[in-house]
């Protein structure tokens, strides 16, 4: 069974700074992971996404790491800003029990705070 | 180009009541998924769409979830009776392939149900 986790639950940095997110996964058979932002009362919005096959991803400020064979991925944040401010969910896709379908397995996130 | 949506976008109802949540995904994406994220813990999958078929329903509850896509267009999550339990925020997402290992597969989410139960 697939667990997805994201350590620590919250954290609190000043404007400016450099971050990394972490998240680890314990089963290495994924399809791709993908990196989501939520803001207070919204929904999710897809940040960026790392097929199996490929080791990161960059958008903007972020850049996204895939280590599959230790479970790993990291999110980097650039020069953060208060509009940073979030929670950020990692979540990977894997085969179904049915083995012929897939689905996002997720993990509790990370609420950042980034202070003026 | 019409994201995820999702109606209605809170909900307040009594135990034993019933409420449908709707999610119309965006147009043309075969694949819809449902999931739910009750307070405190990780948004989990409840179950998953190709057009019409119920793909993988191994994340539902119990038997008061119906989930139902006729035509292979909108879906409703029916809760019918709610439990207190039930309370949560439901999300829908869509993709217009299932995640394999051939292509890029993202999903896109709506802005949730929040759902209460008193």
């Known amino acids: 069974k697939q667990e997805v986790t994201q350590i620590p639950a919250a954290l609190s940095v000043p404007e400016g700074e450099n971050l990394v997110l972490n998240c680890s996964f314990t089963d290495s058979a994924i399809y791709n992971l993908q990196w989501f932002r939520q803001d207070p009362g919204k929904g999710l919005t897809s940040l960026l996404l790392i097929q199996s096959s490929q080791r990161e991803q960059t958008s903007g400020r972020l850049n996204a790491s895939l280590d599959k064979s230790s479970g790993r991925s990291t999110l980097y944040i650039a020069a953060s800003q208060p509009g940073d401010s979030a929670t950020y969910l990692c979540a990977v896709s894997s085969r179904g029990p049915t083995g012929a379908n897939s689905k996002l397995t997720f993990g509790k996130g990370i609420t950042l705070s980034v202070r003026p | 180009e019409a994201g995820v949506t999702q109606f209605p976008s809170h909900s307040v109802i009594e135990k034993g009541q019933t409420v449908t949540l709707r999610c119309d995904p965006i147009?043309?994406?075969?694949?819809l998924y449902w999931y739910r994220r009750v307070m405190g813990k990780e948004i989990k999958f409840l179950l998953h769409?190709?057009?019409?078929?119920?793909?993988?329903e191994s994340g539902m509850p119990n038997n008061r979830f119906l989930a139902e896509r006729t035509g292979g267009t909108y879906s409703t999550l029916k809760v019918q009776p709610a439990e207190l339990e039930d309370s949560g925020v439901y999300f829908c997402a869509s993709s217009p392939r299932p995640f394999t290992r051939q292509g890029h597969t993202e999903a896109f989410f709506g802005q949730g149900t929040r759902l209460t139960v008193v």
């Open positions: 769409f190709v057009k019409e078929s119920k793909q993988d």
């Open positions: 147009s043309g994406h075969d694949n």
